[in-house]
T-cell receptor, first 112, second 113 residues
Framework: GEDVEQSLFLSVREGDSSVINCTYTDSSSTYLYWYKQEPGAGLQLLTYIFSNMDMKQDQRLTVLLNKKDKHLSLRIADTQTGDSAIYFCAESITSNTGKLIFGQGTTLQVKP | DAGITQSPRYKITETGRQVTLMCHQTWSHSYMFWYRQDLGHGLRLIYYSAAADITDKGEVPDGYVVSRSKTENFPLTLESATRSQTSVYFC????????????FGPGTRLLVL
């Protein structure tokens, strides 16, 4: 079945790079997403990558996709205290239904 | 104001009571979704809807009922609330299914005593 796994916690210092990792099991995934959830709020889409891409960069965010290992990562350059949040990896598993399978979420703590 | 809203934001109820969580979006998005968020499980899909009058089960539908008589509304009903349904519930919408961003509401925090 479909499954998405993430490490639960990451702590970095302000200004360092953060790398949040995710593994998934369904090789038919079409899109893979990164969402951010700030305390008390809903989820906000950060970025996504199509399954035929290896990398996508968007300002401070870099997404790397290793299809062979079914591994997805999100790198945040120059991490700021405002980046402290829970980050969710999600995969879209079936075309045209919009169903997403989410990981458990990684809590990113940024220390000043 | 445009966007996706949920009501109530907080709800305390008792075991066995019926509870309805409301979700309203102003974008005329075709797809709408209900998720629950629990510690250690991330978000799990309860039900989704591809259009008005079309609904389908997600990963954890037991104990929940949905309806979609109008495109903009997608209420979620707990017919007889149980303690295991204590959770944070998120509604989301998107224009189509795959490859489109899902926009999330702010969530409803439900406590079942």
């Amino acid at each position: 079945g479909e499954d998405v796994e993430q490490s639960l916690f990451l702590s970095v210092r302000e200004g360092d790079s953060s790398v949040i990792n995710c593994t998934y099991t369904d090789s038919s995934s079409t899109y893979l997403y990164w969402y951010k959830q700030e305390p008390g709020a809903g989820l906000q889409l950060l970025t996504y990558i199509f399954s035929n891409m290896d990398m996508k960069q968007d300002q401070r965010l870099t997404v790397l996709l290793n299809k062979k290992d079914k591994h997805l990562s999100l790198r945040i350059a120059d991490t700021q205290t405002g980046d402290s949040a829970i980050y969710f990896c999600a995969e879209s598993i079936t075309s045209n239904t919009g169903k997403l399978i989410f990981g458990q979420g990684t809590t990113l703590q940024v220390k000043p | 104001d445009a966007g996706i809203t949920q009501s109530p934001r907080y709800k305390i109820t008792e075991t066995g009571r019926q509870v309805t969580l409301m979700c309203h979006q102003t974008w005329s998005h075709s797809y709408m979704f209900w998720y629950r968020q629990d510690l250690g499980h991330g978000l799990r899909l309860i039900y989704y809807s591809a259009a008005a009058d079309i609904t389908d089960k997600g990963e954890v539908p037991d104990g929940y009922v949905v309806s979609r008589s109008k495109t903009e509304n997608f209420p979620l009903t707990l017919e007889s609330a149980t303690r295991s349904q204590t959770s944070v519930y998120f509604c989301a919408s998107s224009t189509t299914g795959d490859r489109e961003t899902q926009y999330f509401g702010p969530g409803t925090r439900l406590l079942v005593l």
